[in-house]
């Protein structure tokens, strides 16, 4: 019963193409490898971090807060388009469910109009 067993795992490994044979013997020769990111030393690593980080706080935080402040301070007229609105753009398959079922949610214009109709 052992011959069959032996005979049975011979034939496997025969039965293994070239390429996986291959795999598995060179994987088992080499040992396991460290990998170097960038082939740089740890300290060379370390002053790059550095490096970066000084940029994010010496230009990265900088840069935002004073776009966000002149986006408070100065104030951009913003013009609503009145043209209608093309048919496509509407489309309902059904009403929604709220009280004006053919507004959108947040189509004030429509929610107004439909009130008044209502009142």
Do not use: T
């Not at 170097?36 to 740890?42: K, M």
């Not at 966000?68 to 509407?90: A, I, R, T």
């Amino acid at each position: 019963v052992n011959q069959d067993v032996g005979i049975g795992i011979h034939q496997q490994k025969m039965n293994m193409s070239f390429f996986a044979r291959r795999a598995l013997v060179q994987s088992a020769r080499q040992a396991p490898q460290r990998r170097a990111f960038g082939a740089h030393s740890a300290e060379a690593a370390a002053d790059e971090m550095n490096k970066w980080k000084k940029i994010f706080f010496m230009v990265g935080i900088p840069v935002c807060v004073i776009k966000g402040g002149s986006d408070l301070v100065m104030h951009h007229e913003h013009h609503e388009d009145d043209s209608p609105k093309p048919d496509y753009m509407k489309i309902r398959n059904k009403e929604y469910s709220w009280e004006c079922g053919d507004c959108a949610y947040f189509d004030m214009k429509c929610w107004k109009a439909c009130r008044a109709e209502k009142a």
